[in-house]
């Protein structure tokens, strides 16, 4: 079974200041990773995925996360941040084999940005 | 956006009533899955389907049944509502029929259900 972690329940950060919100992951197998961003009062979007090659993934807004296989890590980066980031953000994980496609999440990290 | 409709979007509903939610779906996905969301919590999945009757369990499914008659429509039953119950729920569809893998979920817009 997987399990992820996200170590901070909230970030409060400045408009403009950068952030980093931190995920690791526990897996026997071979894992993708996600970050979903949810807006209030709405559904959850994908923000960015890996599945294989480059470690460094990128989204279309500025964020950024990298994977660390021997730290089990998948931490979201932003360099400079804006009000309309305000939300929260969940990390996710999948077996990379089987069909099941199931998703296990972290229990999400609040991030808010301050003017 | 994914087409992922869930109704209703808000109830409010007695201690040991029976409560249906539905997912609709319009993009011919073969995979759908109910999760509910606490605080605290994240996201924990409830049941999902592979296909049309072809569903399984997952991690919180004690009090919930699922039905999928049909490719679009995915629904959650909770036989006998009980306060713990009081989530929000979200459906999520995942990789297309047309043989397309992909590994991510999209999701629905939520349903919020209170349990008195």
């Known amino acids: 079974a997987q399990s992820v972690t996200q170590l901070d329940s909230q970030v409060p950060v400045f408009e403009e200041a950068p952030v980093e919100l931190r995920c690791n992951y526990s897996s026997s197998v071979s894992v993708y990773l996600f970050w979903y961003v949810q807006y209030p009062n709405q559904g959850l979007q994908l923000l960015l995925k890996y599945l294989s090659g480059s470690t460094l993934v990128e989204s279309i807004n500025g964020f950024e996360a990298e994977f660390n296989k021997s730290q089990t890590s998948f931490h979201l980066r932003k360099p400079s941040v804006h009000i309309s980031d305000t939300a929260e953000y969940f990390c996710?994980?999948?077996?990379?084999?089987?069909?099941?496609?199931?998703?296990?999440f972290g229990s999400g990290t609040q991030l808010t940005v301050l003017p | 956006d994914a087409g992922i409709t869930q109704s209703p979007r808000h109830k409010v509903t007695e201690t040991g009533t029976p409560v249906t939610l539905r997912c609709h779906q319009t993009e011919n996905h073969r995979y759908m899955y109910w999760y509910r969301q606490d605080p605290g919590h994240g996201l924990r999945l409830i049941h999902y389907?592979?296909?049309?009757?072809?569903?399984d369990k997952g991690e919180v499914s004690d009090g919930y049944s699922v039905s999928r008659s049909k490719t679009e429509d995915f629904l959650l039953t909770l036989e006998s509502a009980t306060s713990s119950q009081t989530s929000v729920y979200f459906c999520a569809i995942s990789e297309s029929a047309a043989g397309l893998i992909s590994y991510e979920q999209y999701f629905g817009p939520g349903t919020r259900l209170t349990v008195t």
């Open positions: 996710a994980v999948s077996k990379a084999s089987g069909s099941a496609r199931q998703l296990t």
């Open positions: 389907s592979y296909g049309v009757k072809d569903t």
